[in-house]
């Protein structure tokens, strides 16, 4: 095993990778947001897990979501939308590794897009921000945004509906299938 690994056991839902990676290497794609800003943030995404860093590795999966395709690229028959990537990271992470908050972390994605393309990542962050719920039911909500901003958490059904409307050709059914994906016996979910 290379000294570079913590977590030996890399994401079954993201490339293999052979040698350590970091956020600031995704600089080289420069405003591009195309195929190959997207298999490099997944690339990154499991570098940064199997170092140890598991909030970092969401991050970068974050970063996949917002890649500019439509759907019908290559790249997606190889790696899907990360949606299994993004709650096998959360179901997987070790009590002593770092995850931060996920579910305030997308909620607060969720609420705060800007840019091209707005309503699809957001409601894609929201798809994200249910798995944090289902995984991490412990973990609080930013209640002072919700009540202060007048935030409805969505129901499943809006987030299926809304991924229907905005995303690729069958995300919402590849949403709706990493709900229900068991990982191993001993995960924090295997629902």
């Known amino acids: 095993m290379s000294e570079w690994i913590v977590n030996p056991e890399a994401c079954p839902f993201l490339p293999a990778v052979k040698e350590p990676l970091r956020a600031a290497g995704m ?14 943030a997944l690339e990154c995404a499991q570098s940064l897990w199997m170092q140890g860093l598991p909030a970092q590795s969401l991050l970068q999966l974050n970063r ?30 070790p009590d002593d590794q770092f995850i931060g908050n996920p579910r305030r972390h997308f909620q607060h994605l969720a609420t705060r897009m800007v840019g091209s393309r707005r309503e699809l990542r957001s409601w894609r962050a929201w798809a994200c921000w249910w798995h944090a719920v289902d995984v991490f039911p412990d973990f609080p909500a930013d209640e002072k ?27 919402s059914h ?5 709900l229900t994906r068991p990982f191993r016996e001993d995960s924090k979910v295997s629902r």
Do not use: T
């Open 145 to 171: 945004q919700l009540c202060e901003e007048g935030i409805r958490e969505p129901s499943r059904n809006q987030i299926l509906d809304n991924l229907e409307k905005w995303g690729h050709a069958g995300e």
């Open 64 to 93: 996949a979501f917002s890649a500019d395709l439509n759907g019908s690229e290559p790249v997606l028959d190889a790696f899907e939308l990360p949606y299994r990537a993004m709650r096998w990271v959360m179901a997987e992470c």
């Open 27 to 40: 600089k080289r794609f420069g405003k591009g947001r195309g195929e190959p800003f997207y298999q490099g």
């Open 174 to 178: 590849l949403w709706l299938n990493s």
